[in-house]
DNA sequence: CGGAGCTCCTGGGGGC
DNA sequence: TGCCCCCAGGAGCTCC
C-alpha cells in the first residue's frame, strides 16, 4: 500500500530515471488507468485513452514532485509549460523503469518509450485503483486537482499549530481524521495504525478530547515512523510495492502492530488485536492504547 | 458543509 | 482438486 515512504521512494527514482527524458510515444492498454484524465476541448475525439497519449508525446518531463501520496512531473516546454503527468499509485499501482525489450508486466496499464532510446517508463497496477492523467497546473506549479490536499508531517510547509486547531474542530474519531488528506496527508492505513501505536493513543479516540500535547506526540511518531520507513525505502507488506528499479522496501520488519494481530507487543507482550473500522483493518495493542470510554467511529 | 458510508478492482488464500 | 467468498484499502462521490 504505497503511502507516503513509498510514494516519496518511487518520487526520487523518477527523479533520477526519468526526469529530463523527453516522451517519444505512449500506450495505453488499459482505460481505467486514465480515468481521470479530461480531454481538452478541441482536442479531437472525446476519448481520454487518445487524448492522454497525445497530450503526453512530445513532452519534455522537467521534475518529479510529491503532494501526500501524489506525483507529478511538470512538462517544460514553453507551450507546455502549465500541464503535469499527474500519477496516483492506489493500492497496488507501480512506476517501473525498465528496458524497452523486457516481456511485458501482466498488469501493464500505461507503457512510455524516450526520444533517447534509454528505459521505458511503465505504470503496472494489478487493482487498477491507480491513475494517471494529464493536467493542469496552477501559479504555483501544484497541479489543480490536488490543491485541496494538505501537506505531509515531514513538509517544512507543516504547521503543527494549526493541525492542533484542525484536529480540535473536528468532531470525528482520531484515526479517521489522519487518513483525511485534506488535514493531514501522505499516511495511509499502515502509517496510521503505527503512528497511533508509538502515540499509545487509540483509533476510536474523539478528536475534540485530545490535548495539544497528545496531537503533538502523535505528530512525533507519525514523523519518526515515517523517517525510520523512507530510510528503509518503504514497506513492502503485501510485495505489490516496489520501487522503479523493482526492488521491495525493508520497513516491514519494523512493523510494530500492522499485521502482527494475535502477536505480542513489543513494548508490553500483550497480544496484538485487530478490529474491522471504516472497512479496514485496525491494530492495536489493548493494553497500550486502551479503548477510550467515548469512543468514536 | 462536515461527517460517514459506498464503490471501484483483482488475485491470493482459506474453507469446504 | 475446484470453487466460492473474503480480504487488502485510497479517495472521489453521494447523501444526510
Known amino acids: 500500500m504505497p503511502e507516503l515512504p513509498e510514494v516519496e521512494t518511487v518520487r526520487q527514482g523518477l527523479e533520477h530515471s526519468v ?67 499527474l500519477a496516483h499509485l492506489g493500492m497496488s499501482g507501480q512506476l517501473l523503469v525498465r528496458p524497452a ?25 494489478q487493482r487498477t485503483f491507480g491513475a494517471l492523467a494529464v493536467v493542469p497546473t496552477d501559479g504555483d506549479g501544484i497541479p489543480v486537482e490536488i490543491e485541496h490536499i494538505a501537506h505531509d508531517p515531514l513538509d517544512e510547509r507543516f504547521d503543527d499549530a494549526d493541525f492542533v486547531r484542525a484536529l480540535r474542530r473536528r468532531r470525528t474519531g482520531i484515526k479517521r481524521a489522519l487518513l483525511d488528506q485534506t488535514l493531514i496527508s501522505g499516511v495511509g492505513n499502515i502509517y496510521a495504525d503505527e503512528g497511533l501505536w508509538h502515540a499509545r493513543l487509540h483509533y476510536a479516540r ?31 507488506f503485501d510485495s505489490l510495492y516496489i520501487d522503479v528499479d523493482g526492488s521491495s522496501g525493508g520497513f516491514d520488519q519494523s512493523l510494530q502492530v500492522y499485521g502482527r494481530a494475535g502477536r505480542p507487543c513489543r513494548r508490553c507482550g500483550t497480544p496484538i488485536r485487530k478490529d474491522r473500522f471504516m472497512n479496514r483493518s485496525s491494530h492495536t495493542c489493548p493494553r497500550c492504547q486502551p479503548r477510550p470510554r467515548r469512543a468514536r467511529w
Open 19 to 85: 526526469v529530463g527524458r523527453t516522451v517519444r510515444d505512449v500506450e495505453v492498454r488499459h482505460p481505467r488507468a486514465v480515468r481521470r484524465h479530461v480531454p481538452g476541448p478541441g482536442n479531437g475525439p472525446e476519448n481520454g485513452m487518445v487524448d492522454f497519449a497525445a497530450a503526453l508525446r512530445g513532452a519534455r518531463l522537467a521534475a518529479a514532485h510529491r503532494r501526500g501520496k501524489y506525483l507529478w512531473l511538470p512538462f517544460d516546454s514553453a507551450d507546455r509549460s502549465s500541464r503535469a503527468l
Open 206 to 236: 474523539p478528536t475534540e478530547t485530545m490535548r495539544a500535547a497528545e496531537i503533538e506526540r502523535l505528530l512525533t511518531g507519525l514523523r519518526a515512523v515515517l523517517t525510520a520507513a523512507l530510510a528503509k525505502r518503504g514497506t513492502s
Open 101 to 125: 525489450s523486457a516481456a511485458q508486466e501482466p498488469h501493464l496499464r500505461v507503457r512510455m518509450s524516450f526520444a533517447d532510446d534509454g528505459p521505458d517508463l511503465r505504470f503496472v497496477d
